[in-house]
Nanobody, 124 residues
Framework: QVQLVESGGGLVQAGGSLRLSCAAS????????MAWFRRAPGKEREFVAV????????IFAVSVKGRFTISRDNAKNTVYLQMNSLKPEDTAVYYC?????????????????WGQGTQVTVSS
């Protein structure tokens, strides 16, 4: 069992940066691959990035590759999403999620644990 709490969202101008954090409870954080998803108004939930248990492997959505970075600190039970060069189309509620899938997955249904989400708004 793991509980996830996101933070770091807010309002930023296009071209700016934000860093999201997701703090996990429990002592088994390092046994989960961790991901970020987002949902924009009127749209389906969308995969953003995933990081493997050790942090050695990452996958990014095409729409964010080169602009976003995912990292984790297993000693702090925290996963991060560094977002640079933000665009108005990045506006969404961002969720972190945890899965037991070994190398991570981009499929939302394979994630058993979700945070409550944090709003990111990018103004033009």
């Amino acid at each position: 069992q793991v509980q996830l709490v996101e933070s770091g969202g807010g309002l930023v101008q296009a071209g700016g940066s934000l860093r999201l954090s997701c703090a996990a409870s429990g002592r088994t954080f390092s046994s989960y691959s961790m991901a970020w998803f987002r949902r924009a108004p009127g749209k389906e939930r969308e995969f953003v990035a995933v990081i493997s248990r050790s942090g050695g492997s990452t996958i990014f959505a095409v729409s964010v590759k080169g602009r976003f970075t995912i990292s984790r600190d297993n000693a702090k039970n925290t996963v991060y999403l560094q977002m640079n060069s933000l665009k108005p189309e990045d506006t969404a509620v961002y969720y972190c999620a945890a899965t037991n899938v070994l190398v991570g997955t981009t499929t939302p249904s394979q994630y058993g644990y979700w945070g409550q989400g944090t709003q990111v708004t990018v103004s033009s």
